[in-house]
Every structure is written in C-alpha cells, then in structure tokens.
C-alpha cells in the first residue's frame, strides 16, 4: 500500500516562491501517472498538475499553467511541485496522488498566499 507525505507548504506574499515535496513509500510508485491537487475553504478538491511516469508528459489546470512546474525523482520515490508567481487564488491545501486518486490520500500541505 503506497503512502504518501506532503510537505513544504507555508506562508507566503503573493508573488512569492514555493517547493511542494511528496514523499511516497511501498512499491508501484514508479509505475503511475502522479498528480498534485489542491483543496481550498468551501471548494471541491481540484487538479493542479501531473506528470508522466515516463517523466516525457507533464499536465497542467490553466490556472498554474507557465507558473508551476512538476517534477519527480524516482530515487527518492519523490514528486515536487515548484511554485512560482504565486497568487492569493493559490491558497489551499495541496495533495499528491496518482492522477487516478488511486491511493490514499495523506495529510496535504497548506500554502497560504499573502495579498
């Protein structure tokens, strides 16, 4: 059973950086399309990005689209979320999961956007 550790959220001001971390343990990792979600006050959880296990694909919501950036390293059973040009909308809760939900879901990361 893959679980799963976000981390590295915080507070930032709006135009702010940061690195989302998602830290994966058990097998078939390796294997599935991942994802970062992402959860705000009152709202449905909605995607954010994925990224191929081939790591040749990568999928992005319009809303972070030219402003994050996915990534994933294999030795470390690790999946990132770089944020950049960060805005207040971006506040939320975020989530990795394979693009399916496939696992369950962890704990989440807060990223609080500053205006």
């Known amino acids: 059973q893959v679980q799963l550790v976000e981390s590295g959220g915080g507070l930032v001001q709006a135009g702010g950086s940061l690195r989302l971390s998602c830290a994966a343990s058990?097998?078939?990792?390796?294997?599935?399309?991942m994802g970062w979600f992402r959860q705000a006050p009152g709202k449905e959880r909605e995607f954010a990005a994925a990224?191929?296990?081939?790591?040749?694909?990568?999928y992005y919501a319009d809303s972070v689209k030219g402003r994050f950036t996915i990534s994933r390293e294999y030795a470390k059973n690790t999946v990132y979320l770089q944020m950049a040009s960060l805005k207040p909308e971006d506040t939320a809760v975020y989530y990795c999961?394979?693009?399916?939900?496939?696992?369950?879901w962890g704990q989440g990361t807060q990223v609080t956007v500053s205006s």
């Open positions: 999961n394979s693009r399916l939900g496939t696992f369950p």
């Open positions: 058990g097998r078939t990792f390796s294997t599935y399309t």
């Open positions: 990224i191929s296990r081939s790591e040749d694909s990568t």
